[in-house]
């Protein structure tokens, strides 16, 4: 067992090997709608790991800096200790999800250019979007921080477009998190099905929590095709 630091809706966060990193296991729990919706799904923390972290090694790859410092077994990491921004950074490729419903844009319809969006990292507010002058003026981040997010989102939007796109995957949109560790500002989190909108490419079948959130059914099988497909391009 390990010394639990925190448990979140879909990952516990353990003391590490050393003062400088933390063990993070990752769960079986599905949540949506900011945990209204629950359910346990076995084998869907194995998936999420196997998938995030061969994402996270292709980034670091190609010059991204993430938390991930080893793979322990099939649902841990030993990543960096990290001081959260409170700040999630949404990049929009397609339009989908809440984006749809609140702009009137049908669902699936290309975007002219890419979509950054800052959501504040509350639960309890419901991750209202928030901009950049309300993140300085509360202290949430700095300009250069909000720079350096923005510029790293926008490279991993680049990367992953790549690597999905060679998988037969279209990349919608996605989620990141982001620290300060060290002296700098790294890629934390995790990125997997639960955190981005992924769809087939030839279908635009689903393959991601969306068929958790909307019933779709056969909610591993997405996940589970996506790891298969990133492991063939890999």
Request: with cysteine.
């Amino acid at each position: 067992m390990c010394n639990i630091l925190y448990e979140g809706k879909s990952k516990i966060v353990c003391k590490g090997r050393d003062e400088s990193t933390l063990l993070i296991r990752y769960k079986d729990t599905a949540t949506a709608f900011n945990g209204e919706k629950k359910a346990e799904l076995s084998g869907k923390g194995v998936l999420n790991a196997a998938i995030s972290n061969l994402i996270y090694a292709y980034l670091e790859e190609n010059g991204v800096k993430t938390h991930l410092v080893e793979v322990v077994d099939d649902t841990s990491v030993i990543a960096k200790k990290a001081e959260i921004i409170m700040v999630e950074v949404i990049v929009r490729n397609v339009a989908a999800g809440g984006f749809s419903k609140k702009y009137g844009v049908p669902e699936g319809s290309e975007l002219k250019n890419i979509v950054l969006e800052f959501c504040l990292k509350s639960d309890d507010l419901g991750d209202p979007m928030i901009n950049e002058s309300q993140i300085t003026a509360i202290g949430l981040a700095t300009d250069e921080e909000l720079g350096y997010m923005a510029g790293q989102a926008l490279k991993i939007n680049e990367l992953l477009r790549s690597l999905f796109e060679k998988a037969g995957i279209r990349l919608i949109d996605f989620k990141l998190e982001f620290g300060r560790s060290g002296g700098e500002v790294i890629l934390c989190d995790e990125i997997s099905p639960d955190s981005c909108r992924l769809w087939d490419a030839e279908t635009n079948k689903k393959l991601d929590k969306d068929r958790f959130r909307r019933d779709l059914g056969d909610v591993l099988d997405g996940y589970r095709d996506v790891l298969a497909r990133l492991k063939n391009v890999r």
